[in-house]
């Protein structure tokens, strides 16, 4: 299982954010184009584990979740990573990124008290919309800015954990566990 803790967008949020994929192929080409079903934004990344590993994620990330207040959020800005030179990946970003960056904190010391093991680059509060097949040029960041329209505004409610099946046509997510955010805002 190919295993990864995440922030689901609502289906109105994805619609939107696939209306501003398809304005955007055409100038980005040679790209994997996220669907709009698969926008989320990944909290820990833990790649291939085991049962065990998943019953010792689900444990930890239960209560960890429960204790946080569900946040108001928005999309927001677009950019690319790397952040200078060749562009490799196109994102969309999330708002408040402080509040997100902090569940990413919960949910990430969550997982290594548990002993799970995850990608530990730093967190940046984003849903990737494409992937380039061979790094386009830095110039081509300028291009963004279309993309950064019409911020749609949404509720996290939960955290999701998710299996990524590597398939042709792009990636399929099947929903392992749910874990609602359930403390009372501040």
């Given at each position: 299982?190919?295993?990864?803790?995440?922030v689901?967008?609502?289906?109105?949020?994805?619609?939107?954010?696939?209306r501003?994929?398809e304005?955007?192929?055409s100038?980005?080409?040679?790209?994997?184009?996220?669907?709009?079903?698969?926008?989320?934004?990944?909290?820990?990344?833990?790649?291939?584990?085991?049962?065990?590993?998943?019953a010792?994620?689900?444990?930890?990330?239960l209560?960890?979740?429960?204790?946080?207040?569900p946040?108001?959020?928005?999309?927001?800005?677009?950019?690319a990573?790397?952040?200078?030179?060749?562009?490799?990946?196109?994102?969309?970003?999330?708002?408040?990124?402080a509040?997100?960056?902090?569940l990413?904190?919960?949910?990430r010391g969550?997982?290594?008290?548990?002993?799970v093991?995850?990608?530990?680059?730093?967190?940046?509060?984003?849903?990737?919309?494409?992937?380039?097949?061979?790094?386009?040029?830095?110039?081509?960041?300028?291009?963004?800015?279309?993309?950064?329209?019409?911020?749609?505004?949404?509720?996290?409610?939960?955290?999701?954990?998710?299996?990524?099946?590597?398939?042709?046509?792009?990636?399929?997510?099947?929903?392992?566990?749910?874990?609602?955010?359930?403390?009372?805002?501040?």
């Amino acid at each position: 299982m190919r295993l990864f803790a995440a922030v689901e967008l609502p289906g109105p949020v994805r619609l939107g954010l696939g209306r501003r994929v398809e304005r955007a192929r055409s100038r980005f080409p040679s790209a994997s184009w996220v669907k709009p079903e698969n926008l989320h934004a990944t909290l820990a990344y833990v790649g291939e584990a085991g049962e065990a590993e998943v019953a010792a994620a689900r444990a930890a990330l239960l209560p960890a979740c429960a204790a946080q207040a569900p946040i108001a959020a928005a999309t927001g800005g677009a950019g690319a990573f790397p952040e200078r030179g060749p562009v490799r990946v196109i994102w969309i970003a999330l708002e408040p990124a402080a509040a997100l960056s902090e569940l990413a904190a919960v949910a990430r010391g969550a997982l290594a008290t548990a002993g799970v093991r995850f990608d530990e680059r730093p967190f940046q509060a984003h849903v990737t919309i494409a992937r380039a097949r061979s790094p386009w040029p830095a110039s081509w960041r300028d291009g963004l800015a279309p993309l950064a329209t019409d911020p749609a505004a949404f509720a996290i409610a939960e955290v999701v954990l998710l299996d990524s099946e590597l398939a042709p046509g792009g990636s399929i997510y099947r929903r392992v566990a749910v874990f609602p955010l359930e403390a009372r805002a501040a």
